[in-house]
């Protein structure tokens, strides 16, 4: 007999279907109150960095770094951030606590004083191109400052190039966001040919920009992790310096909440946002600064640090990818990418179900990142795409809660299926 | 004979003239490499809130401050400050590592967004006023928001208030900065009835915004500080409760570059910064948030440690007010208000020779703040003003470089006054 429930007669779902209910109900009477809804580091990693705290001294390459100066950061902690980015000092800018902030504050800038001759404010419409599933996150910004946000499709080696390459024809798309090592939610690392087509796109709009947010630059789960190219080698062969800002942080590498956040870009860029920088601060956060450089040392110690992560987060992943293999595989109702870092994995179910899973693990006690959130606006059209967080349940929870999400998906799709 | 040198004869201050450039060039014999233009605290003062770094817990009301969430603020820090500022704890957003970014998101949030139906972009014009002499980094803020900014005069119990009145009948004209207690740069604190004034306004713009940047709300170099009425306390009476956003920061209470900030606000204002705040970031910093609530232990706690800072403090204030009394009282070419907290000693020299000042003061050695920088445009048309900030160089160097001082007003007075 076929295990594809798409083949299945109205009997044989009914049968599954009460089987699945069973099972549902003994979870439901668990009580469980579990959440897979965002990216959180487990209590067990936010141990990892426990040496931050230790670090006493107030004096960085002889500056106090306890009082007022240096704009763009203290050199050691540049550095750092430098050699993690692959890029010089002099193309870095350390931010706050976060990168969203970076981010943000970088979108408004243009929006305000423009990346180039005119502010976006000032243009009947300003489109940005948003590969999908994507970051819920970098779409609140997009819609906060009225950014109309056009879906790019992901492939296996990152978005659609045929189609941005269409749309950047048009002088009104001023943008493109990325993530473009183990993206947010699928896990794809952009090949090495689509950083190329990125790195030499000639946009109708000439201040055009690339939010680069290489949020998982160095978020392996396995030894050998994903290559992904250094695309500031490439833009200036094709005199695009200018066109893309680079985004990272220690947000999923030390304390999510009081990590340290920075930004590469062209000298020029470098200028502009050092300009309202001039305006909105007098530094950020310099002894946070001082305490990541001196816990890491350099970047060598970043990537040390990474793999007591991976040794606690790949088991996590494990669970949940051994429950979507067993309860899921050749079933004709879901598919997925097994990823090799990052932070999650992005499950797609039958069209017209992920609404419906959320709603039955919510009735189960397990909370879901809410489904349509990878979507600009919150709309996923085929209503199809879940992101699923391991980091942060412990793991017999996440067993339970991997194991409750299979049930769900399948009886949500039994019930489409069943009309 | 008088002491003035308004009323010498050319060969009286010839005279004068010889034996000040004797003193100022044994000065510049010495090589000095002085700074009075930041209001910096001194190293001293900075290891006061060394016990910051030995909070090593990580738990706060049972939330895990490393981690995600508490968009706001965490609620032992949103407790510490709302009694700072006398409001209550739903009327706090802790900030980041410091106010002056708060101060500016805001604006840029009218900017972007409005404070009331219209976004301030959209507007043909959008005017401030400014009390005169003021803080530079206000001024830079308004300036790169395009932002007109009208001189208002100091009194020695705040902004002219008729001249406001006045002005605020022009519906372009948005809001007004102050710093209410100890101002920046003379050290003024606004009378109950200038509070009381303000608090009453009725501007013609229903989307005015008053930037009540209380700085030094706990500034004291006395035992008995200025009273500063708790304007929140009087708003209500006037259905002014939107009118006013309030500012402060641990800058100058714990480390500069390390604080943490805090705006205090009407419920509809609150709403309306979190929506921003929702977009730009996940949570500020936490971990320095809880550093600040342990150490502090309560507002009292800030209070105790507030007396270190004044121990001091008061001698460098007094160092060079001794300087000004007794090299410049009586000689009709300078006059001062003598502080009772805050970081600076505002100086207003004989018109059209403060720039000299600051030529000699340089050529010698001795930085001061930017003479005009405590106008807007760094405009001070009178040519008068300069901001001497007393804290940062240790007794030694400040009795050095405040004699310097009084010898290059005295030496451009005689210059002017020579012709």
Excluded at 63 to 69: A, F, P, S
Excluded at 205 to 226: K, P, Q, S, T
Aim: glycine content about 8%.
């Amino acid at each position: 007999m076929s295990e594809l429930y798409t083949e299945m007669t109205a009997g044989e779902l009914k049968e599954r279907k009460k089987l699945l209910l069973r099972r549902y109900d003994d979870f439901k009477a668990k009580g469980l109150k579990l959440d897979m809804s965002r990216g959180k580091p487990g209590a067990d990693q936010l141990e990892l960095s426990k040496g931050l705290n230790d670090v006493e001294s107030y004096i960085s390459d002889g500056i106090d770094v306890r009082n007022y100066g240096f704009l763009d950061g203290i050199p050691a902690c540049k550095k750092l951030f430098a050699d993690l980015m692959g890029v010089s000092p002099e193309n870095v800018i350390i931010g706050p606590n976060e990168s969203l902030t970076l981010m943000f504050d970088y979108i408004c800038q243009c929006f305000t004083h423009g990346a180039g001759d005119i502010p976006w404010r000032c243009l009947p419409e300003v489109k940005f191109l948003c590969p999908v599933p994507g970051y819920d996150r970098h779409f609140t910004i997009l819609e906060y400052f009225g950014i109309k946000m056009i879906n790019i499709g992901m492939t296996a080696e990152g978005p659609d190039m045929d189609s941005v390459e269409e749309y950047i024809k048009d002088p009104a798309v001023k943008g493109m966001v990325c993530v473009p090592k183990y993206s947010n939610p699928q896990g794809v690392t952009f090949s090495a040919a689509v950083v190329e087509r990125i790195a030499s796109m000639k946009p109708a709009a000439e201040d055009f920009r690339i939010i680069w947010d290489n949020a998982y630059c160095v978020h392996d789960l396995f030894d050998d992790g994903d290559e992904l190219l250094n695309i500031f080698d490439i833009l200036p062969k094709y005199g695009n310096e200018d066109m893309l800002v680079e985004f990272c942080s220690t947000s999923k590498i030390t304390f999510p909440g009081a990590g340290v956040s920075a930004l590469a870009a062209s000298k020029n860029n470098i200028a502009a946002i050092k300009k309202r920088l001039g305006a909105q601060t007098i530094s950020y956060d310099k002894m946070n600064q001082h305490r990541h450089a001196e816990f890491f040392g350099d970047v060598n110690g970043i990537r040390e640090h990474m793999k007591k992560h991976a040794a606690i987060l790949k088991p996590k992943f494990d669970i949940v990818l051994k429950h979507l293999e067993n309860e899921l595989r050749g079933k004709g109702i879901a598919s997925w990418i097994t990823p090799r870092g990052g932070y999650f994995i992005s499950l797609d179910v039958m069209d017209g179900c992920a609404k419906r899973v959320g709603e039955l693990c919510k009735e189960a006690g397990v909370v879901l990142t809410s489904v349509g959130a990878t979507y600009p606006y919150g709309i996923d059209e085929r209503d199809s795409n879940i992101r699923i967080a391991p980091t942060f349940p412990p793991s017999d929870e996440l067993e339970l809660a991997a194991e409750l999400l299979c049930i769900c998906v399948q009886l949500a799709c039994i019930e489409k299926l069943a009309g």
